[in-house]
């Protein structure tokens, strides 16, 4: 019983440890409220993610603000695929951004399936940064069944582009779900509040608002930050032999 105290007492300062290292400088007091990204501290990295709700985006507006890379979705699930993956990709590239392709996995389909409708609709040479897999959903599957069919994802990615893909979810997610079952994978952790992370592990990218405002796109978008000791080319795909 002591022993089981103390184990318990430990995980609970090591998590507060982990909130206690979170920038607070990225913060407002309300970041539901749109967070202008030219507002942010310049010695800050952030990047957007967009998909079709963004609609149709001014690259070259958007390459006149502080936004520093750009994730895409590309893929959900076994079969939908963005309608402006290919527009958007295309575009933050002639703009002169460094670009990545993310998931949206499912629990209603395999992970082969998944990763099959991600590499035909994602062309290798068109990335610059490693994939990412957004993980937020358990339906349908018991959490080791998540964890099962989310490791063979990430390791069909792993074998098909030479690294591991970033797992975005959510803080409540990965502390209830995750845990450390993917610590081989760099981690954006998304939490909308000023009071820090609060995840038992290094993390690489915080999204920390979902209510962004970049010129030349309508309406708020997801910002993500860089951890302090994280470089782009830290998320960059390793080059080819």
């Excluded at 893909?165 to 409540?172: D, N, Q």
Aim: include cysteine.
């Amino acid at each position: 019983m002591k022993k089981t105290m103390i184990t318990v007492l430990l995980a609970a300062l090591s998590i507060t440890m982990a909130c206690a290292s979170a920038p607070q400088s990225l913060m407002t007091k309300n970041v539901r409220h749109l967070v202008d990204v030219d507002s942010l501290p310049s010695k800050r990295t952030c990047g957007i993610d967009v998909s079709k709700h963004q609609g149709l985006i001014d690259w070259q507006q958007v390459a006149q603000t502080k936004v520093a890379f750009v994730y895409v979705k590309a893929t959900e699930g076994a079969s939908l695929v963005d309608p402006r993956y290919k527009e958007n990709i295309k575009g933050a590239k002639k703009a002169g951004f460094k670009v990545g392709a993310y998931h949206y996995f499912r629990t209603t389909s395999s992970p082969q399936d998944q990763f099959d409708n991600f590499i035909n609709a994602v062309g290798e040479d068109e990335l610059d940064l490693i994939p990412v897999v957004d993980v937020e959903e358990k339906r349908n599957w018991s959490s080791q069944e998540l964890r099962d069919s989310l490791r063979v994802f990430v390791d069909l990615i792993d074998h098909h582009f030479g690294c591991k893909p970033i797992i975005y979810t959510g803080e409540k997610f990965y502390n209830e779900f995750l845990g450390e079952a993917f610590n081989d994978c760099m981690l954006n952790v998304a939490k909308y509040t000023a009071n820090g992370l609060c995840v038992n592990r290094k993390w690489q990218l915080w999204q920390f608002s979902e209510s962004g405002k970049v010129s030349g796109i309508k309406g708020p978008v997801d910002l993500n930050a860089l951890d302090d000791r994280i470089k782009i080319e830290d998320i960059m795909l390793p080059e080819k032999d």
